[in-house]
């Protein structure tokens, strides 16, 4: 491992590599200089964060990875990607206060900055509010609107039936911002499509391209739900409409 550091030196994977080596031997004071020498590596430095978690654990120690994010936290002051992975320590530890608000301090300093959004959600799944889960997928959305994919798949996921899809469509229809906000719309036509409405899910899917007209990812999810409904003839003609040039929808 000391060979290989000294011949990748500017590698920072490789000094990973060999960091999580050396601590399955035992040598936590070497793997912990290693990881305190990438620290300083912009690109490595979500990874480091995660090392000095499995690295704790496996001391036998893993309270102490608290203070050593804190200090990469205070050295890179600027760096969310640290925040997150503190966060996520106190998500898998039950110290959701101090997580919620280490992620929602992230969604006010850099609004794009997608994982912060994901585990808010994840953070309200567990708390068994779904509707705050719904919308801050729909904020991340907003935020990244490739992640639409990702939050699709948590929206699955947090519903477990026909009947929790039903009760969580009525409490999504008392919210004020569902009838101007595109990916809290598209959210909703997908708890529709669970809840085996049909009607509803192609009203709430047309309203969000009505309110983002330009974003083609949202066609596919109306056209899939005609599809699914036998009703071809809509579906082509939506296809079609999808097909010019103004429109970029995704391979699918």
């Given amino acids: 491992y000391q060979k290989a550091r000294q011949l990748s030196a500017d590698a920072p994977s490789v000094q990973l590599f060999c960091a999580r080596g050396l601590v399955q031997l035992g040598q936590f004071d070497q793997a912990l ?11 490595a430095r979500s990874q480091v964060a995660e090392s000095f978690l499995w690295l704790r654990d496996q001391q036998g120690h893993p309270d102490q990875a608290v203070n050593d994010l804190e200090r990469l936290q205070s050295q890179y002051p600027g760096d969310g990607r640290i925040a997150v992975v503190l966060a996520s320590y106190y998500l898998r530890t039950d110290r959701l ?3 919620r608000k280490i992620l929602v301090e992230q969604t006010q300093l850099n609004r794009l900055f997608v994982p912060a959004y994901q585990d808010l959600a994840d953070l309200e799944i567990q708390a068994n509010q779904p509707v705050q889960a719904i919308q801050w997928l729909a904020k991340m959305v907003h935020a990244n609107t490739t992640s639409i994919v990702d939050a699709r798949w948590r929206i699955l996921r947090m ?7 039903a ?20 959210a909703a036509g997908t ?14 899917y047309s309203r969000a391209i009505a309110l983002r007209p330009r974003f083609g990812q949202l066609y596919l999810y109306l056209i899939r739900s005609y599809l699914r409904q036998g009703q071809a003839d809509t579906a082509l003609a939506l296809i079609s ?12």
Wanted: aromatic letters at 6%; charged letters at 25%.
């Fill in 33 to 43: 200089d290693i990881l305190n020498e990438l620290s300083s590596h912009a690109a």
């Fill in 97 to 99: 206060d101090k997580a």
């Fill in 159 to 165: 519903i477990p039936d026909k009947d929790q899809a």
């Fill in 167 to 186: 009760k969580l469509l009525a409490q999504l229809e008392t919210l004020k911002q569902l009838k101007r906000d595109f990916a809290l719309s598209w």
């Fill in 191 to 204: 708890v529709a499509e669970l809840a085996e409405v049909p009607p509803m899910a192609h009203s709430y």
């Fill in 241 to 252: 409409a999808a097909q010019k040039p103004q429109f970029t929808p995704h391979s699918d």
